[in-house]
C-alpha cells in the first residue's frame, strides 16, 4: 500500500467549503461558513495557514482580486480547488465512507 | 457602514511578524471585518492567533533552521560577551567610566547600549541569513532570549514587592524588567531593520530571474 498523507480534520472542511463556495471564495466567507456549518470560532490566521499549506500540496490555487476602500486598498485572495484537490477530496469522501458503516458507539446518536 | 481604521498597532505587527506568505490580504480582510462590525477586541484576538500560528507553522515546518536561527544568535553573543568585551570594549570603557553596579549610572546604561547593539544585530543577522523565512526565525530567537531571560523573574518579583513599600529599588526593578524584555525587542528590532524593502526587492529580483 502506497503511503500518502491524508487530509486534516480543518483542510477537509476548508476543501468543502471551497468547492461549496464556488469561485468568490476569499478568508471571510470561507472562515463564516466554517462558523455557521461547524458551530464554532475559526481564526482568519488558521484558514490562511491551512489554505497556504493545501497550495503547497497542489490542492487549491489562488488568484488575486479587487481591493475595496474598506479593506485599506488592499487586494482580496480566491482561493479555488484544483482537479487534484477534487480528487482527493472524493478518496477522502470514499475512505471516510467505507469506515463509517456498523460504529456501535455512534449507533442511535442523533447527529 | 462606518469607515473607522482598525488598531494601527495591531496591523502592523500583522505586516511585520506574520510569516509566510505576504499578508495583505488577510490584513484586507480583517479591516473589512471590521468595518463590517467587528470589534477592537475581536481585531486584536485574530491577529495575535494569526501571528501565533504562523509562528508555530514555520517552527513545525523548519525545525532545523529554527536550531540554527537560535544557534546563529548565541554564537554572535558569545562572540560579543568572550571575545569582544573583554579585550576591547571594556578596556576601552574603563577609560572613561567608572565601574557601579548602580542600575542606571553612565557605566551601566554605557553597558546597556552595547548589548542592546548586540541584540539587535544577532536579529539583523538572522534575518539576512534565513531571508525566506526572516519573520519566524528572527521570532524564534528573540523567544529563546526571552525564556533564557524568566531567569531574572524572582529578582523581578522580588524588588518589585519591595519597590511598592521602599522607592529605593525602583532603579533596580526597572533594571530587571528591563533585562528581561529590553533583548527581545531589540532581537525583533534589528530582525525589521534586516528585512527593509530594499532587501525584499532584490529578494524578489533573485526569484524572478531567469
Avoid at chain 1, 68 to 85: D, H, I, L, M, Q
Avoid at chain 2, 78 to 90: H, K, M, Q, T, W
Avoid at chain 2, 93 to 110: C, E, I, K
Wanted: hydrophobic fraction near 45%; charge should be positive; proline fraction near 5%.
Amino acid at each position: 500500500m502506497s503511503k500518502r498523507d491524508y487530509l486534516g480534520h480543518l483542510e477537509l472542511m476548508v476543501m468543502l467549503v471551497l468547492i461549496r463556495l464556488g469561485e468568490k471564495a476569499y478568508g471571510i466567507p470561507i472562515a463564516h461558513e466554517i462558523e455557521t456549518k461547524g458551530g464554532r470560532e475559526v481564526s482568519l490566521g488558521s484558514i490562511y495557514a491551512t489554505l497556504e499549506r493545501l497550495e503547497t500540496k497542489g490542492l487549491v490555487s489562488s488568484e488575486l482580486g479587487e481591493s475595496t476602500p474598506e479593506r485599506g486598498g488592499r487586494a482580496k485572495k480566491y482561493f479555488s480547488v484544483t482537479a487534484k484537490g477534487v480528487r482527493e477530496v472524493s478518496e477522502m469522501q470514499r475512505v471516510l465512507k467505507q469506515l463509517w458503516p456498523r460504529l456501535r458507539q455512534l449507533e442511535g446518536r442523533r447527529v | 457602514m462606518r469607515f473607522s481604521k482598525p488598531p494601527a498597532l495591531a496591523t502592523w505587527l500583522l505586516e511585520n511578524f506574520r510569516s509566510g506568505s505576504r499578508n495583505d490580504h488577510i490584513t484586507g480582510d480583517l479591516m473589512e471585518a471590521y468595518q463590517s462590525g467587528c470589534s477592537r477586541r475581536w481585531y486584536w484576538k485574530q491577529v495575535l492567533a494569526a501571528i501565533i500560528v504562523s509562528f508555530y507553522q514555520e517552527i513545525k515546518g523548519h525545525p532545523v533552521l529554527a536550531l540554527r536561527a537560535i544557534a546563529v544568535g548565541m554564537g554572535t553573543w558569545f562572540i560579543y560577551r568572550y571575545g569582544v568585551a573583554p579585550r576591547l570594549l571594556s578596556p576601552l570603557v574603563r577609560r572613561f567610566l567608572q565601574p557601579t553596579g548602580f542600575p542606571f549610572s553612565p557605566w551601566s546604561l554605557t553597558w546597556w547600549t552595547l548589548s542592546l547593539t548586540v541584540n539587535a544585530a544577532s536579529g539583523w543577522i538572522i534575518a539576512r541569513l534565513h531571508r525566506p523565512h526572516r519573520t519566524g526565525m528572527v521570532l524564534v530567537f528573540a523567544t529563546f532570549s526571552f525564556i533564557v531571560h524568566l531567569q531574572t523573574l524572582p529578582y523581578l518579583w522580588f524588588d518589585g514587592a519591595n519597590a511598592l513599600n521602599n522607592t529605593r529599588f525602583l532603579p533596580y526593578f526597572l533594571n530587571n524588567l528591563a533585562a528581561l524584555t529590553l533583548p527581545s525587542v531589540a532581537i525583533l528590532f534589528g530582525g525589521l531593520w534586516g528585512a527593509l524593502p530594499e532587501s525584499e526587492a532584490s529578494e524578489y529580483e533573485q526569484h524572478s530571474a531567469p
